[in-house]
């Protein structure tokens, strides 16, 4: 019997993922793959918008609550959640967050594994530091898999330089003061060069920017504020882009459309997306 196609992602923080690949995950699901999502916090050092009534005692809980609901919204059940603290995981013990992440991809055995670049996007240290222990996790996971004839794949996603400069212009002329990159925790582009595999999401930028709004404790940072508007929606959450780390693009090849371009079917093994 043929397993499903599986595609997982791993985040430092609940709305990570939502940001990241909610168009992917979307598409995918409605084609039949199986996806799962792994979460080092609960995000319980995160804003909390004012007109939500949440404490900062409860606040883990609640973001913890609102990434299932939006993971819900896309076709996604299967959500898991590791054993560290917002703010606290670049000193957490990096073995353990490299053995947990290790063991989520050995339970679920994906095919395709996402997560940031190693610059975090906005570079957060939670988000470098769960990058570079996916990006171990993997090399050890993909090793065995190899081994047994399968070829999983690892992406790194990141925010174009160009597509970075179009958010900031539509800021401004929207009225939203969007921090430059030198800012704390502002997203930082990378050049658009690096990009093998870029995802027209246009399809489900409305779904993607419901799912957002799920997270409703974090509606009041600036980018939720700036995408969540109709007029720009489309121009901000209509695509995905991805490197894919392993393997190496040959020379010449052609950009991507999909996390599942290598695979011939959803159900044995891949899909269009």
């Known amino acids: 019997m043929n397993r499903p196609l599986t595609i997982v992602g791993c985040f430092a923080h609940p709305d990570d993922e939502t940001w990241v690949m909610s168009g992917s995950l979307a598409m995918l699901r409605a084609k039949g793959a199986r996806c799962a999502i792994w979460t080092a916090t609960r995000g319980e050092a995160g804003e909390i918008s ?26 996604v059940q299967e959500v898991e959640f590791g054993d560290f603290r917002d703010g606290e995981v670049r000193d957490a013990d ?106 027209n999401t246009s399809s489900v930028a409305k779904l993607r920017g419901e799912a957002l709004r799920r997270h409703r404790t974090q509606m009041g940072i600036v980018p939720y504020t ?21 393997p190496v693009p040959r020379p010449g090849d052609a950009p991507e459309t999909s996390l599942v371009d290598a695979f011939d079917a959803i159900g044995g093994g891949g899909a269009d997306a």
């Open 94 to 199: 990096a073995g353990e967050l490299v053995r947990q992440i290790h063991d989520f991809l050995e339970r679920t055995q994906p095919d395709v594994v996402v997560t940031m670049e190693p610059g975090g996007v906005t570079a957060h240290e939670d988000h470098m530091a769960v990058t570079a222990a996916t990006s171990a996790a993997f090399a050890a996971y993909a090793q065995a898999a190899e081994e047994a004839g399968r070829r999983p794949r690892l992406y790194h996603e990141g925010a174009p330089a160009s597509k970075l400069r179009r958010w900031r212009e539509a800021a401004r002329s929207n009225g939203v003061d969007f921090p430059d990159e030198d800012q704390p925790f502002a997203p930082r582009g990378t050049p658009d060069e690096r990009f093998t595999c870029l995802v």
């Open 50 to 75: 004012e007109d939500t009534g949440v404490t900062r005692d409860r606040l883990g809980e609640v973001r913890e609550a609102e990434e299932r609901e939006a993971m819900e919204l896309l076709g």
């Open 226 to 246: 700036l995408v969540l508007r109709d007029d720009v929606i489309g121009e901000v959450l209509g695509g995905e882009s991805y490197i894919r780390v392993h």
